[in-house]
């Protein structure tokens, strides 16, 4: 009773009951916030990530069935692949030791072999009646979907560990890179649908530009999943390397790049790799920008064996990327990216004409994922 | 979709729902109450529940419009792909809808115009939406 007569006043309301309930109301609010803000705050966060939470398990839950869909659309197998779907999604892949980091390329390398040849029988005995460039667009469907589950699962134990220890800071640190995640994620769900129909990629703006200047030239293939094509650009002997396509293949340009010097000795005055970059925020989708240094991404495999090779003959590196965000790069191809292929083979040309003479012969590597482009 | 995921929409809908009707409920207590009060004559207190009614039923509104906005975004939207075809003879060109088996420099059937092969020179799609730039 006391409360109701003094508090009012110290809060210089009036006389009335409403102003006594209100003010009382906002002495009680302060008390709880200067006491459990921090709580509250958390289990705002808590909210906000439990509902990214729900929509990751959707876009994982889709992904998981748009999968099995397309599994049973081309592959036709004769029993449901569910369960060999489910399986698959919880692949993992452990990398090779690095306390004594000498030789760690090759066995990091294969181990990458090995994994690639053990998904490609998986999905050949998930879908029997799909051919070479289906079995490769089904990986690639099959690894969104593995890259879906792992963010949900990841996600949603960061989630329970903060909500079972109540720490503001697991949560907090979860809420805030949560906006980046999400984004991927609904990138990796746009790109399971383009592999799955077998659509060009952002990441295909390399083999895109490859594909353009070998186009009506006779190629070759090299080790390994990729092909060669010779071809003269201004005067030169311009040998372009892509991933063979049209299915989801990346290849290996690194051991393309080392066969390809090899079989000239040497005798090869610029290498020029072709890749999709990541870009900055506020820089433009499909602009183009020229640099050194080996252009390709990945687990550093390639990179370090293409390295090797033009160290070895003291080959000068250029590059030239095409800038898109993470989204852009495993969604179906933006149209700008789609256009900047004829910008990136001018800049090429600009780049043959500055930095090697006549009868010179060069290599064009044309970096990415080469699903829906052919040669 | 399977049943998990559909539950799990539901759960967040259920949710705020429950909430929203609760708030919605008790704003028209508030505001039968503002009534009645100007009806006996406190009008300060009508005033004041009137006020507390409107702002009430105005958060629930709005609530229940966001979840229906947040379950929307759920969807994942597949945006359109677009195939460019074109006849390197006589540049006859035609865009339409991507279809499964497409590829980029894929032969397809003769052009109408000049009768040579026509090919598949891009596959894109389209985003609408430009980019802020946030004026910097």
């Known amino acids: 009773m006391f409360a109701m007569e003094v508090l009012p006043n110290m809060f210089g309301g009036g006389g009335d009951s409403i102003s006594n309930i209100l003010s009382i109301l906002f002495y009680v609010v302060f008390i709880v916030f200067l006491f459990y803000g921090q709580r509250i705050q958390m289990y705002v966060m808590i909210r906000e990530v439990e509902g990214s939470l729900y929509k990751l398990k959707y876009i994982k839950e889709e992904g998981r069935k ?26 993992f892949t452990i990398s090779p030791q690095s306390m004594d980091p000498a030789g760690i390329v090759y066995k990091l390398d294969h181990i990458l072999d090995v994994r690639d040849t053990r998904l490609k029988d998986e999905v050949k005995l998930m879908a029997p009646a799909s051919d070479e460039v ?10 969104a979907a593995m890259a879906l589950n792992f963010i949900y699962k990841v996600v949603r134990h960061y989630y329970i560990q903060g909500k079972k220890t109540l720490s503001l800071y697991i ?30 990629i952002g990441d295909g703006a390399g083999p895109l530009v490859a594909a353009k200047l070998m186009h009506g030239y006779e190629t070759r293939k090299v080790p390994k999943d990729c092909v060669v094509a010779s071809v003269p650009i201004e005067g030169r002997t311009a040998l372009i390397i892509k991933a063979e396509g049209p299915g989801g293949n990346v290849g290996k340009p690194g051991e393309a790049v ?27 989708v499909g602009e183009v920008a020229e640099g050194i240094g080996a252009a390709i991404g990945g687990p550093g495999v390639d990179q370090y064996k293409i390295e090797e090779a033009v160290v070895k003959y003291k080959i000068p590196l250029n590059a030239v990327i095409v800038k898109e965000d993470i989204g852009d790069a ?3 191809m933006r149209k700008e990216i789609a256009d900047s292929a004829d910008k990136v083979i001018e800049r090429v040309k600009n780049v043959i004409l500055e930095r090697t003479k006549e009868g010179d012969k060069i290599i064009i590597v044309g970096v990415g994922n080469t699903i829906g482009i052919g040669q | 979709m399977s049943q998990n995921s559909s539950s799990a929409t539901t759960k967040i809908s259920t949710y705020l729902m429950m909430i929203v009707l609760i708030v919605l409920a008790l704003s028209i207590v508030a505001l039968l109450l503002s009534v009645n009060a100007f009806i006996v004559g406190n009008e300060i207190v009508a005033g004041y529940l009137l006020v507390i009614g409107f702002i009430a039923m105005g958060l629930s509104v709005y609530v229940l419009f966001q979840s229906r906005k947040r379950a929307a ?18 540049n006859f060109k035609s865009v339409r809808e991507f279809q499964r088996g497409d590829f980029v420099f894929k032969d397809l059937d003769p052009c109408q115009k000049c009768n040579d092969k026509m090919i598949i020179t891009a596959i894109y799609k389209e985003v609408k939406e430009k980019e802020k730039t946030y004026g910097v």
């Open chain 1, 134 to 143: 289906q079995i490769n667009n089904l990986e690639n469907t099959l690894e």
């Open chain 1, 330 to 332: 495993v969604s179906p």
């Open chain 1, 258 to 284: 080392q066969a390809v010097i090899d079989e000239n000795k040497g005798k090869v005055s610029s290498v020029i790799m072709i890749d999709a970059g990541l870009k900055l925020e506020g820089e433009t």
């Open chain 1, 66 to 91: 748009t999968t099995i869909e397309t599994i049973k659309e081309i592959g036709k197998p004769q029993t449901d692949p569910s369960d060999r779907v489910d399986r698959f999604l919880e692949y």
């Open chain 1, 171 to 200: 949560i907090m640190q979860l809420q805030m890179i949560l906006p980046l995640v999400m984004k991927e994620a609904e990138a990796y769900a746009s790109a399971l649908k383009a592999f799955a129909d077998g659509q060009p």
């Open chain 2, 73 to 90: 975004s759920m969807k994942i939207e597949a945006p359109k792909v677009m195939t460019t075809i074109e006849c390197k003879k006589c």
